[in-house]
C-alpha cells in the first residue's frame, strides 16, 4: 500500500524559522536626563509586531558613551517584552538584546537537520543633548554598526557596517525597512569592508535586518548549522 506523504503547512513551521526577528522600539525622541527609560522588544517579521518572545531566552546589555555598562530589567508588556534601565548622565547609551532562539529539528521539507537559532538587536538612545563620538560596536556574533551615527533627516544616507565574529562580512543583504514598506524592504549588498550604505527615504521608524548561516559552527550529534539574525533600529528619522 503507498504511503501518503506528510503535508506541512507555514504554521507547522516555528515563527523563527519563518524569518521572523526581534527588534527594539521606543518613543524616538531624546530622553531627558536622569528619567528612565521603556524600549519595547517586538517580534514580528518586517516591524510587524506579533508576540512576545520567552523573557527566560532574553538577554538584555546597556553601554553608556563612557563604556559603563547598566543593569537593565526585562519584563512583560503584552504582546511584547519591555526593557528598562535607567542612566547616569547624558549622552549615547546602547541597548543590546540576544535572544536565544535554541535547537530546532524539523520534519518539514527542506528544513530537515537540527539548526541552532540565535537572534541579536540593538538600538542607540540619545539621553539628554549628546556630545561624544563613542565605540558602537557591542561584540555581538552578527552586529549592524552604523558609522558616523548622527541625528538623520529624510534624504541621508546612513552607512552601516556589518559585523561577524568581529570581522568585516562581505557579500551580506542588508535589508531597510520602515513603516510603508515592509512588503517591500529596500536590499542593499554589502562590499569587501561590510559595509552597505542605504538612503532614508523616509521619516519615521526604521529598521535594519541582516542574516547569515554558517555550517561551520556546527555542534557534534547536536546541530548541523547556526541561524543568526541581526536587527539594528533607528526611531527618528526626521
Same mark, same amino acid.
Given at each position: 500500500?503507498?504511503?501518503? %506523504?506528510?503535508?506541512?503547512?507555514d504554521?507547522?513551521?516555528?515563527?523563527?524559522? %519563518?524569518?521572523?526577528e526581534?527588534?527594539?522600539?521606543?518613543?524616538?525622541?531624546?530622553?531627558?536626563?536622569?528619567?528612565?527609560v521603556e524600549?519595547?522588544?517586538?517580534? $514580528?517579521?518586517? *516591524?510587524?509586531?506579533? @508576540?512576545?518572545?520567552?523573557?527566560e531566552?532574553?538577554?538584555?546589555?546597556v553601554f553608556d558613551t563612557r $563604556?559603563?555598562?547598566?543593569?537593565?530589567?526585562?519584563g512583560?508588556?503584552?504582546?511584547?517584552?519591555?526593557? @528598562?534601565?535607567?542612566?547616569?548622565?547624558?549622552?549615547?547609551?546602547?541597548?543590546?538584546?540576544?535572544?536565544?532562539?535554541g535547537?530546532?529539528?524539523?520534519?518539514?521539507?527542506?528544513?530537515?537537520?537540527?539548526?541552532?537559532?540565535?537572534?541579536?538587536?540593538k538600538?542607540?538612545?540619545?539621553?539628554?543633548r549628546? %556630545?561624544?563620538?563613542?565605540?558602537l560596536?557591542?561584540?555581538?556574533?552578527?552586529?549592524?554598526?552604523?558609522?558616523?551615527? @548622527?541625528q538623520?533627516?529624510?534624504?541621508?544616507d546612513?552607512?552601516?557596517?556589518?559585523l561577524?565574529?568581529?570581522?568585516?562580512l562581505?557579500?551580506?543583504?542588508?535589508y531597510?525597512?520602515?513603516?510603508?514598506?515592509?512588503?517591500?524592504?529596500?536590499?542593499?549588498?554589502t562590499?569587501?569592508?561590510?559595509?552597505?550604505?542605504?538612503?532614508?527615504?523616509?521619516?519615521?521608524?526604521?529598521?535594519f535586518?541582516? *542574516?547569515? @548561516?554558517?555550517?561551520?559552527?556546527?555542534?557534534q550529534?547536536?546541530?548541523?548549522?547556526?541561524? *543568526?539574525?541581526?536587527?539594528?533600529?533607528? *526611531?527618528?528619522? %526626521?
Amino acid at each position: 500500500m503507498e504511503q501518503k %506523504r506528510q503535508i506541512y503547512s507555514d504554521e507547522d513551521i516555528p515563527d523563527i524559522v %519563518r524569518g521572523h526577528e526581534v527588534w527594539i522600539e521606543y518613543d524616538g525622541h531624546s530622553i531627558p536626563h536622569g528619567e528612565g527609560v521603556e524600549c519595547k522588544l517586538c517580534f $514580528g517579521h518586517n *516591524m510587524k509586531s506579533e @508576540r512576545a518572545v520567552e523573557i527566560e531566552k532574553v538577554k538584555s546589555i546597556v553601554f553608556d558613551t563612557r $563604556g559603563k555598562e547598566y543593569d537593565s530589567y526585562v519584563g512583560s508588556g503584552g504582546d511584547h517584552l519591555l526593557v @528598562r534601565f535607567t542612566p547616569e548622565h547624558e549622552g549615547y547609551h546602547t541597548l543590546g538584546v540576544e535572544y536565544n532562539g535554541g535547537i530546532l529539528n524539523l520534519p518539514h521539507p527542506g528544513l530537515e537537520g537540527a539548526k541552532y537559532y540565535q537572534q541579536y538587536t540593538k538600538t542607540i538612545i540619545p539621553v539628554g543633548r549628546p %556630545r561624544e563620538e563613542y565605540d558602537l560596536t557591542l561584540g555581538h556574533e552578527l552586529e549592524i554598526v552604523p558609522m558616523d551615527y @548622527r541625528q538623520y533627516n529624510a534624504g541621508d544616507d546612513i552607512i552601516l557596517k556589518i559585523l561577524y565574529d568581529g570581522r568585516a562580512l562581505a557579500g551580506a543583504t542588508v535589508y531597510a525597512i520602515y513603516v510603508g514598506n515592509e512588503d517591500c524592504p529596500i536590499e542593499v549588498q554589502t562590499d569587501n569592508y561590510g559595509r552597505a550604505a542605504v538612503k532614508l527615504e523616509a521619516d519615521g521608524k526604521w529598521m535594519f535586518k541582516v *542574516m547569515h @548561516r554558517d555550517p561551520e559552527k556546527s555542534a557534534q550529534d547536536r546541530y548541523d548549522e547556526k541561524v *543568526m539574525t541581526a536587527t539594528f533600529t533607528v *526611531m527618528d528619522v %526626521r
